[in-house]
């Protein structure tokens, strides 16, 4: 499948998109791959006092989440802007003036509208964004055309953090998704993280924020019937960082906790989130290497 006919996907209407996404969803719970088990597992150590029938409900809106969003990735890589405004609400934008001309990073957590959010608000304003070199090449020389087809730049996971920062020295924005397991590559500590008494989480967050003298703000998309989406900025954080790092880890799995528990079927769980252990700690999942 070539970038062209993912962008032709793009094109079904919402309905259509919708009975592709759930198909999807459908066989991908069916495939043997290891996904579904991942997930799986991440529900049972996030939410161990759910009924195991529960746990399977919420296991399979996942995948219906899932597979919609990906539908709605084609659709975003072909919008127009002015669709895209009618269809992808921004609340909160208030957050984004300041006086101090400080940049701001928007610490964007790993929900299903995630990269939707992200695209929205490089309408309007300067963005930069991070990814991971994707294995797949079509895969990766997709996502980068979608994230920056309305001028955001794009900083690879290799980026220096001077770098980074220099941008975030001039003002502008960086949308940040700090909330997965590198493997030690943010430097991470071990703090909880809602049934899991010790996360590793990443510190770069806080580092980027005092090298860069940026404000950190909080953003989280949430998909909505119809095709609809609403990005939601909170306030800035204040004292952030802090003198503790584990504090401030903790400040950011809180926030996320409580997103997570509003709509946990949209948040991405097919990560091996808790792979990373303390010294000594036995592996969570069955093939934890």
Excluded at 153 to 160: D, G, I, L
Aim: aromatic residues 10%; proline residues 6%.
């Amino acid at each position: 499948m070539t970038v062209c006919a993912l962008e032709w996907l793009g094109r079904l209407p919402v309905r259509a998109r919708t009975l592709l996404g759930d198909s999807l969803a459908f066989w991908g719970t069916l495939l043997p791959w290891r996904r579904p088990a991942v997930a799986a597992r991440n529900l049972e150590l996030c939410f161990p006092d759910d009924s195991p029938a529960h746990r399977r409900l919420l296991l399979r809106r996942h995948f219906r989440e899932m597979g919609r969003g990906l539908l709605d990735l084609c659709w975003l890589s072909r919008v127009s802007p002015g669709e895209l405004r009618r269809r992808v609400w921004v609340q909160g934008l208030q957050e984004l003036q300041d006086d101090s001309g400080r940049g701001v990073i928007l610490l964007a957590p790993h929900f299903r509208g995630m990269s939707i959010g992200g695209v929205r608000i490089s309408l309007d304003h300067a963005l930069a964004a991070m990814y991971q070199e994707q294995h797949n090449a079509l895969v990766n020389r997709f996502m980068l055309r979608l994230h920056g087809r309305f001028e955001a730049k794009m900083f690879s996971h290799n980026a220096s953090t001077l770098e980074v920062c220099r941008w975030l020295r001039q003002g502008k924005i960086l949308y940040y998704l700090p909330d997965l397991d590198l493997g030690g590559k943010d430097r991470p500590t071990f703090v909880p993280f809602l049934g899991v008494p010790e996360v590793s989480t990443g510190t770069a967050l806080r580092r980027i924020a005092a090298l860069g003298r940026a404000r950190v703000i909080p953003c989280v998309t949430q998909a909505l019937d119809g095709g609809r989406y609403v990005v939601r900025l909170y306030p800035a954080w204040k004292d952030f960082p802090g003198s503790d790092a584990r504090a401030d880890a903790r400040r950011m799995n809180r926030f996320i906790e409580d997103q997570v528990r509003q709509m946990p079927e949209q948040y991405y769980w097919l990560h091996r989130r808790f792979k990373t252990r303390p010294p000594g700690a036995p592996g969570l999942y069955e093939n934890s290497t």
